[in-house]
Each structure stands twice: as C-alpha cells, then as structure tokens.
C-alpha cells in the first residue's frame, strides 16, 4: 500500500488550507477544535463528506487536545476529554476517516512520580474507544508531543494491544523534545506508525515550517519511514495556505511517485 499525502486544515476556520485542498485534490487531515464541536453544523460536515467521496479525496481527523488529557489523575479532565472524544466519534461517523490523530497527554514535568497512574488511566480511557474504531474502519493514532523517547507510547500501545490503536509520529516533536535518534524512535516504534505529521523547525519551538525551513534531517527521516511504516499517512502540517504551498514544493524531492500531491 502505498503513503498517502495529506494537509492539515482546520475545519470551520477560515485559512484557505481547506479551500485550497478541495481545489488541487489533495487529501485533508481535518482539526476539530472544542469550540466547532461545540457549534458544529452536522450538514456541513455531511457536505463536506460528500464532496470528499466525490472527489476520491481520503480523510483523517486530529482531535481536540488543549486542556485535555485522557490519563489525568484529575477525574474531571478525563472526564471533559471523553466528552471531547465522543464528539469527535460523532463526526467521524460522517466522515469515516482513515486515522483519527490523538494526543496523549503526558510530560515527565507533571507525570514522573505518577507515570504508572496515567498509564493505568490512559489505558481504561482508550479501551472504550478502541472497539469504535475497529467497527468503523478507522484508526485511532497517539502522537508524540513531549516525549523525550518512546517508552510512555510505546507501554500504552502495548497495554491496549490492539492494531486499531497505533503511533502517529510527528517529526517536528520530536526535534523539539527528543534524546534519541531516529533510529533508536523507528526501532522501537516504527511497527505501530500509521500516520506522521510532517513539518520542520530548529529545534527550539514549533514553527511547523515547511520541509527543507528548518533543521531535521529530512532524507534520513524519509529513508526510515519508509522501511519501518511504508504505508503510513504523510500529513503536512502547515499553519496557512502560503506555507502549505511552499511544503508541498519541499516535500515533492522526498514524495516521488509513491506519495502523489493528489
């Protein structure tokens, strides 16, 4: 099976990233914000999916994920989290997306002393969604954010156990955040990635700049993905429709013929 390249786009939001997708037929990952599930249209979501199918166009989803976290030892945010992630099932019902892009919630700062209780959390929370997944077609994908490594992902992966819950790695993460190589992450995780969120920067804040801006080293980060996950999504994360153009120029050397731009 061969990547298939995505954009990012905020749905309900106006940045051109949409517009511009639908124009050039090129895939969405579509962001759902707390604030549009709280004031979603499902019509235009209903819309949208149509079109989508009509243009042979595929969909991914990233949910919601500021405040939120699905193993906090404070039960009123798992709580607002679940209810967040119903909400996303909702859309996703209409939209039947290929992978649903979730975060996790953990950093060493608020969770080393207390990493086994979110893990224990995390895995409760999950295992309720993971079987809506499976009966949906879809995949639900946990992305690295302030992982430093991978042993957190890698122990809730491998405590749901179930090939509907997977990795999502974000490059750009993991320049910020890292002490491991790409080799050491793709070793342990590259079996589990379905999607990888792709985007540059210099390694001191998230400029989601487009590849080629910043400083990772592309070619060998391509190189793994392949090997380890050659039919993972490729998701451009670009932050408006100027820099989501220049991305898909500097990822055009790396896509080649398996990752057309539609």
Request: net charge negative; glycine share 8%; aromatic share 10%.
């Amino acid at each position: 099976m061969k990547p298939s390249l995505h954009a990012h786009a905020p749905f309900g939001r106006q940045t051109g990233q949409l517009e511009y997708c639908l124009a050039n037929g090129i895939n969405l990952e579509l962001f759902f914000s707390a604030e549009v599930l709280d004031t979603l249209d499902r019509g235009e979501v209903g819309e949208l999916a149509l079109t989508l199918k009509g243009a042979g166009l595929e969909t991914t989803i990233h949910a919601p994920f500021i405040d939120l976290n699905p193993g906090a030892v404070d039960p009123g945010i798992r709580a607002a989290s679940r209810h967040r992630i119903v909400q996303v099932f909702q859309v996703a019902q209409q939209l039947r997306p290929r992978v649903i892009v979730v975060h996790p919630g953990y950093d060493d700062l608020h969770y080393g002393e207390n990493r086994s209780v979110w893990l224990k959390n995390s895995v409760e929370f999950w295992q309720e969604f993971v079987p809506l997944a499976r009966e949906m077609g879809t995949l639900l994908a946990v992305e690295n954010i302030y992982e430093k490594e991978p042993s957190t992902i890698k122990a809730l992966l491998d405590a749901v156990d179930d090939p509907s819950f997977r990795h999502c790695f974000d490059v750009g993460h993991w320049n910020m955040f890292t002490t491991v190589s790409l080799e050491e992450w793709f070793g342990q995780l590259g079996s589990y990635i379905v999607e990888s969120h792709i985007h540059d920067n210099h390694g001191q804040r998230d400029e989601h700049l487009p590849v080629g801006e910043g400083g990772i080293d592309f070619a060998r980060f391509f190189s793994l993905l392949r090997s380890h996950a050659p039919s993972a999504v490729w998701t451009i994360e670009a932050h408006s429709r100027e820099l989501l153009q220049r991305a898909l120029t500097g990822i055009q050397p790396y896509a080649g013929d398996s990752a057309p731009l539609s």
